[in-house]
């Protein structure tokens, strides 16, 4: 397997993937079954959320304060976008003089979004020192739409303790997606020969002929959620407030920075890779390159009235002159010359639908979480959705000449060490069998999985492998 890019504390590593389904363009009409609602089950009215009392991890002279993020309504898929301060003081709130940073404010947005975990703000402080000297300092984070939290009383040093050192830092605050590890977007290179995978917290994987050449950076980019190939044999990542970030390939605009009335899900690619759509979870539609705008759910929606459930996907039409939208409850949306075959909109599901893709016929399949795959004018190969899975099932896609590929991911704590020699893992990282990700992953018993590992490189100072399998359908590549 070939390497992956790390940067700051994002969850990167060695990565098996499958290759992504690319969406791409077409003309505007649209056809859907998804039930709406004046009152949305999955929304709330703004960004309501508070903080998480902090958590205090040290090690090598620092201490690391870790918050988590508290959505107003459970399942509200939106971005909060708060200005938030760190402190280090006393109960009764005396600062001391020598902590640099101590109390600044930074903008930051948190976004909660469709089947992911909420975020964490995190910030550090190195080296934990402090004057005068005191036991009775504590971290608090304050926002004044958020409120303020506190941390337990910690165990204060004088600077001079640490050798020639006179001041710490407070470093600037940092959001970690809540599982940064998990996957939420792949891009094939031309003729399928290699293929990168995004990760949320911002790490990117490459196999193949894939290559590296960078990942979102600076100072708490937000949550990726998605990656698209260019023609300059690049890529562009997409991250959760419309932010697009171009490595090898030209930038051809984004919504980063503009206020957005739902966070950004996806990236698709235009048929010749000269182009790229962002999708939000409310089926806002932004064209930039060659790609043209052909209509969005949101325009086509009454007045007042919303998706019951959000957009987690988009997928291209065989011939790249349309594309669908899919919802977490199984509506379809089509638009374009992309045909309405059926979707699970208004039907149970025993979870949510968490990816679709389309095949070279002009139909589709769905996956949901639990292993569960969807025809609608498309060969079914079978799936495992009535069988307890160990890990849910994160994606589908197809090979250019149509079959199903799908994958899975688990992560196993595997023992906090330092990553492994190749090819010698921890043995509780070997529990699953091939066969099970391959059921997993809903492409029947047939086929084969490869296994690949990856070291997960947490901000919060811990370390846990990260299993990942490829499987492929039997008459897939």
């Not at 950004?264 to 790609?291: N, R």
């Amino acid at each position: 397997m070939s390497g992956s890019h790390v940067h700051l504390g994002r969850i990167v590593g060695r990565l098996a993937v499958a290759v992504a389904a690319l969406a791409t363009g077409g003309f505007a009409f649209l056809s859907a079954a998804v039930v709406l609602s004046s009152a949305p089950a999955a929304a709330s009215v703004g960004c309501g959320m508070s903080l998480g009392t902090p958590q205090v991890e040290g090690a090598a002279g620092s201490f690391a304060f870790v918050v988590a993020t508290i959505p107003a309504v459970a399942g509200q898929v939106c971005n909060a976008r708060i200005s938030v301060s760190g402190a280090i003081a006393t109960a009764s709130g005396a600062r001391p003089s020598n902590v640099n940073g101590n109390s600044l404010a930074y903008p930051v947005t948190v976004s909660f979004l469709p089947g992911q975990a909420p975020p964490t703000i995190l910030w550090q402080w190195s080296p934990h020192c402090a004057d005068p000297e005191s036991n009775n300092y504590r971290f608090s984070a304050s926002s004044t739409t958020a409120g303020t939290v506190f941390s337990s009383t910690l165990e204060g040093s004088a600077c001079s303790s640490f050798g020639d050192v006179s001041a710490s830092t407070l470093l600037a605050p940092e959001v970690f997606a809540g599982n940064a590890g998990s996957y939420v977007g792949v891009a094939a290179t031309f003729g399928d020969l290699g293929y990168w995978l995004a990760q949320a917290g911002g790490g990117i994987g490459v196999e193949g002929n894939a290559t590296d050449q960078g990942m979102p950076y600076g100072n708490s980019p937000p949550e990726t959620v998605g990656v698209a190939a260019a023609a300059s044999g690049g890529y562009w990542m997409a991250t959760s407030d419309g932010g697009v970030w171009a490595f090898g390939a030209p930038f051809l605009g984004s919504v980063g920075g503009t206020p957005l009335n739902a966070p950004v899900v996806g990236i698709a690619s235009t048929h010749d890779h000269g182009g790229y759509w962002l999708v939000a979870s409310d089926g806002g539609v932004f064209a930039f390159g060659d790609a043209k705008f052909f209509g969005s759910v949101r325009g086509v929606l009454p007045p007042g009235q919303s998706l019951n459930q959000p957009v987690v996907g988009i997928a291209s039409s065989s011939d790249g002159l349309g594309y669908w939208m899919v919802a977490s409850d199984g509506g379809i949306f089509a638009f374009g010359d992309a045909h309405f075959w059926g979707s699970m909109g208004g039907m149970h599901l025993n979870k949510p639908v968490v990816g679709m893709v389309g095949n070279t016929l002009g139909g589709y399949w769905l996956v949901a979480s639990d292993g569960g795959v969807l025809s609608f004018d498309a060969t079914f190969y079978g799936s495992l959705g009535s069988i307890p899975l160990v890990a849910p099932v994160s994606r589908i896609t197809s090979t250019t000449d149509g079959p199903a590929t799908g994958w899975s991911q688990e992560t196993v704590g595997c023992s906090p060490l330092a990553m492994h020699p190749s090819g010698a893992h921890p043995p509780e990282c070997e529990r699953r069998t091939p066969q099970r990700h391959h059921a997993a992953a809903g492409l029947g018993t047939g086929g084969r999985c490869v296994r690949g590992f990856a070291l997960n490189r947490s901000s919060a100072l811990k370390h846990q492998y990260l299993r990942q399998v490829k499987c492929s359908a039997p008459n897939g590549v």
